[in-house]
């Protein structure tokens, strides 16, 4: 399966002056949702899809879909579906989101052009707010067509003037009445940079993800008493941080023992703090934190969360403060199927490329459609795991090697 090396490049270059913002190292561009970037974004895919003999339609909240359907198809077959996105973080690069939505109409141009005669439909998507950034939740239109969120409650998410999802959509055009359902389709695909170095430094061009890591957050927070820093014995002391410092170091304790133990996924993070009243001379009265903790085993991670539990509850008996624990989300692990994967893996054989089988750390659109349908995600490498960076960079030969394995995967599967 050939792929158009330089159309793709085109594509991803024009994409990426869409939006384009002036940076003193690499190529960066903001793309958010319902912006005048994004329509000009959606439009300029729209096009392409459409010069590609794809039928386009956009469903309520702004996921865009094209169908090709080949003469030697069943038109009552269940779809193959690729795609991603193309909505950026402020300040992103040019690749994560675009290079997977234009990948995927590369790959069914290099089908169209090929011998190959699929027996179902091909259709390749771009989902909306993939990033969270405006509306404040990522995987949005994704969730919304795997029936994990209401259409209604994706509609009325707000950014921070009011306006809505719903009315920004309306804006630029694309609230649409068409249906978008991954339930209907055989299987879906998606290429992802990877955000990652596994891949470059390995020198393998190709990755077949296996699983995406769940996601467990926790917010925690210590109350002790704010009192004059000289002045305060130290016996006498109930500081927040202290206490929550523990918690922070517990936190990376439990992941580096999952480590230790078998689980090279899981990871534990505590990245945001606050403190209270956050001054030099004074013991810090309340600490308010979150964790993320991440793992592709179920539970492995729910184990991750009792360690954190635990955790705050030692520490609440062992000093003189509280601590209030509150598990507040749990996203599962999400697994790719069988034969999807060994599509992938097969193609990248046959295009004489080494792929290397591995999880992704990050949350993707696929996570959201490997509930309802047989799914795989690739990856293409990123140098030096450089993401949401204008220096975000995947060279081209990448991209297309890439192209060729998604596109060789999406033939074995429509065939």
């Known amino acids: 399966m050939e792929v158009d090396r330089e159309r793709l490049r085109a594509d991803l270059e024009a994409n990426g002056h869409i939006g384009e913002i002036e940076v003193e190292e690499g190529w960066g561009r903001t793309v958010l949702t319902g912006t005048d970037a994004d329509r000009q974004a959606r439009d300029r895919f729209v096009d392409r899809l459409e010069d590609a003999g794809l039928e386009v339609r956009v469903d309520p909240v702004g996921n865009v879909a094209g169908r090709w359907m080949p003469e030697s198809a069943d038109s009552g077959a269940s779809p193959v579906a690729a795609g991603s996105h193309l909505d950026s973080v402020p300040e992103g690069g040019i690749f994560d989101g675009p290079l997977g939505a234009y990948a995927a109409l590369e790959a069914v141009r290099a089908i169209q052009e090929s011998s190959v005669e699929p027996v179902r439909p091909l259709e390749v998507v771009s989902w909306t707010e993939e990033e969270g950034v405006r509306f404040g939740t990522g995987l949005l239109g994704s969730s919304v067509a795997s029936g994990i969120r209401s259409r209604e409650e994706a509609l009325a998410l707000t950014d921070e003037d009011g306006e809505s999802l719903g009315e920004a959509l309306d804006g630029i055009g694309y609230r649409g009445e068409a249906t978008v359902d991954p339930a209907s389709w055989s299987a879906w695909l998606e ?4 955000q990652g170095s596994i891949l470059e430094s390995a020198g393998v061009p190709v990755g077949v993800v296996s699983a995406i890591a769940g996601i467990a957050n926790c917010a925690v927070a210590f109350e002790g008493e704010a009192n004059h820093a000289g002045a305060t014995p130290m016996d006498e002391r109930r500081d927040a941080l202290a206490a929550a410092s523990e918690f922070v170091l517990d936190v990376e304790r439990a992941a580096r023992e999952a480590v230790q133990e078998g689980h090279e996924a899981a990871v534990g993070t505590v990245g945001r703090l606050g403190v209270s009243p956050n001054a030099n001379n004074v013991v810090p009265g309340r600490v308010e934190l979150t964790t993320d903790q991440r793992d592709v085993d179920d539970a492995v991670l729910r184990g991750l ?7 705050a509850d030692r520490i609440e008996s062992e000093r003189p403060v509280s601590a209030d624990f509150d598990h507040y989300r749990l996203t599962e692990p999400s697994h790719m199927s ?3 994967v060994e599509a ?20 993707h659109d696929t996570a959201n459609v ?15 795991g450089v993401s949401h960076n204008p220096r975000e960079w995947t060279d081209w030969a990448d991209c297309a090697n890439a192209t060729r394995v998604l596109a ?8």
Do not use: I, K, Q, Y
């Open 191 to 194: 290429l992802h940079v990877e």
């Open 305 to 311: 969360v009792e360690a954190a539990s635990a955790s």
């Open 338 to 340: 069988d034969r999807c």
């Open 344 to 363: 992938a893996t097969g193609a990248a054989d046959r295009a004489g490329l080494e792929c290397s089988g591995m999880h992704s750390a990050g949350l």
């Open 370 to 384: 490997a509930n309802v349908t047989d799914t795989v995600l690739l990856f293409a490498p990123s140098e030096d």
């Open 408 to 415: 060789g995967a999406m033939a074995d599967l429509a065939t």
